[in-house]
Structure formats: structure tokens, C-alpha cells
């Protein structure tokens, strides 16, 4: 692997675990203000010592992130549809060039696998990876589920398996039954999507179970951001990745930050 992809992967994947806590805040692109990301920087800001890396398109990051912050960006590079819209229909809407103005550790994008975009989205991501390679940036792929699609591990290993063999340099995609076996054929480091918000004890052991099945680590946004305490499940989110933190451990985590932060010395600790 080229030396500089593989300085800014591992700002990304902690060198002393290989593992990684993302912070997901890229909806907006496709959602609009979505809940708990009205306001960005009032979301982001006290999570920033918590995360790994952020996910997030050039305009939040521009607007909402401190030039002065060393957070890793993992920068949105898709979009051009919205929730109104068939979302497979992607195309690429940022430039590498912006991406190296803007200090990018990773580049992502989203692959459509057995949907209407596939090709397109495949043949994007085959390009941002050639360009990827060309600057020394590493490739998110994204593997978006369309409406039909089942989330499963037969489904699920395709994309990922098609994503690291046009040289994706991680991937993204959803935790289900059999994801020891989507690990096993698949090249490159896989971190799992929070997807939409459960119950946070559902949400700890989701990232528990996909870390025990051989995840890389996990990209949460909405089981964080849009918690009844946000700092307190990050804080246990990044237990179970970086500390093999138990499920009942984890959870305690979050249960204490969240009892602290309902007194006057909690809330200010809490941000």
C-alpha cells in the first residue's frame, strides 16, 4: 500500500487497536435537517473528543468544523439526489483536488448493488479509487441498501466483495447474521453503519456483536446523535471498539454520563 494512503488510514483505524470510532453526520446531504443535525456544530462539538474521524460532506465541514480541529475527515464525495428521489441514482459531486484543499484522510461515496445506480455507482467509485490512488487517499465505499434489497450476508458479501476487488481501500456496510463469513471474504477492513436509531442498549450491542465478528469498527450517527445523551453513548460506543468494553459495562458508561449530566456539574462536563 502506497505510504501516504496508508499515514492517513491509520488516523483513521487507531494504530495501537486497528479499530475505529466514526462519527456519521453526513445525512443532511440527502435528508435535509434531519433530527439532531438541525444544527450541526451544536451536535458535533461536544462529540469531537470522543471520534475517531468525521463523516461528513465539504459544506458542514467548512462551516461547522474549526480550522484549528485535528479530527481525521472521511469526506462525503456523493450525492446529487435527496429522499424524494430514487437515491441510487448518485453521481460523484465533489472533486479530489477539494478534497486535498480540505485536508481529507479518507474519501467516501455510496455503491448501489442490485439497484438502479449499480453500474453508475460502481463505475464512480472505480474512478474516485483511481484518483484516490493518484493523490495517496484512501477509499470509503458505502454499501447503501436499496428498498427491495434484504440485508444479509449473502447480499451484503456481494457488495463487499465487489467494493475491495475494484480496490476500495475499506467499506462500510450493515451488521447481520453470518458477518464472520463477510469477513472472511473480504480483502479490507470493514466497519459497520449504526443505521436508524434503536434503543441505545440495542445500539451497544450491535456495535459489541460486530466487533466480536471481526468489524474493524464501527460508523454511528444517528444511535449518537440523536441519543437522549450523545456524549454518554459515544463514550460507551468507543469502549466496546477500543476496550472490548461488555455490553452491561458499555451501557453503564452511557447510564452514568447521563445521570451526571442532569446536575448543574454534569451538564458542563457533558458540553
Not at 59 to 64: A, F, K, W
Not at 109 to 132: C, Y
Not at 149 to 162: H, K, N, P, Q
Not at 234 to 261: C, L, M, P, T, W
Request: include cysteine; proline fraction near 5%.
Amino acid at each position: 500500500m502506497d505510504w501516504g494512503i496508508a499515514n492517513r488510514l491509520s488516523r483513521i483505524l487507531q494504530p495501537d487497536t486497528g479499530r475505529t470510532v466514526m462519527l456519521a453526520v453526513d445525512h443532511g446531504y440527502f435528508l435535509g435537517p434531519t433530527s439532531g443535525l438541525e444544527k450541526p456544530w451544536n451536535t458535533i462539538e461536544p462529540l469531537l473528543p470522543y471520534a475517531d474521524s468525521l463523516m461528513l460532506t465539504r459544506g458542514t465541514l467548512r462551516q461547522c468544523v474549526p480550522p484549528g480541529s485535528d479530527i481525521p475527515i472521511v469526506l462525503r464525495m456523493s450525492g446529487g439526489t435527496s429522499i424524494l428521489t430514487e437515491l441510487s441514482n448518485e453521481g460523484l459531486t465533489v472533486a479530489v483536488e477539494d478534497a486535498i484543499r480540505l485536508n481529507a484522510s479518507a474519501i467516501t461515496l455510496s455503491i448501489f448493488v442490485g439497484s438502479e445506480g449499480e453500474r453508475t455507482t460502481l463505475l464512480n467509485m472505480a474512478k474516485l479509487i483511481d484518483a484516490g490512488e493518484r493523490h495517496g487517499i484512501p477509499v470509503l465505499a458505502v454499501t447503501a441498501v436499496g428498498k427491495e434489497m434484504t440485508r444479509d450476508s449473502r447480499y451484503l458479501g456481494l457488495c463487499c466483495r465487489i467494493a475491495a476487488e475494484l480496490g476500495a481501500h475499506f467499506v462500510k456496510t450493515y451488521f447481520c447474521e453470518g458477518f464472520e463469513e463477510i469477513v472472511q471474504s473480504t480483502p479490507v477492513p470493514l466497519v459497520i453503519a449504526g443505521g436508524k436509531k434503536i434503543p441505545e442498549k440495542d445500539a451497544i450491542q450491535l456495535a459489541s456483536n460486530a466487533i466480536r465478528a471481526g468489524a474493524r469498527g464501527v460508523d454511528m450517527g444517528r444511535n449518537i446523535f440523536q441519543s437522549d445523551c450523545p456524549v454518554g453513548m459515544i463514550k460507551a460506543v468507543r469502549s466496546v471498539v477500543h476496550e472490548n468494553a461488555s455490553v452491561e459495562d458499555a451501557y453503564g458508561i452511557y447510564r452514568d454520563e447521563k445521570e451526571g449530566a442532569k446536575t448543574p456539574a454534569g451538564r458542563g462536563q457533558a458540553g
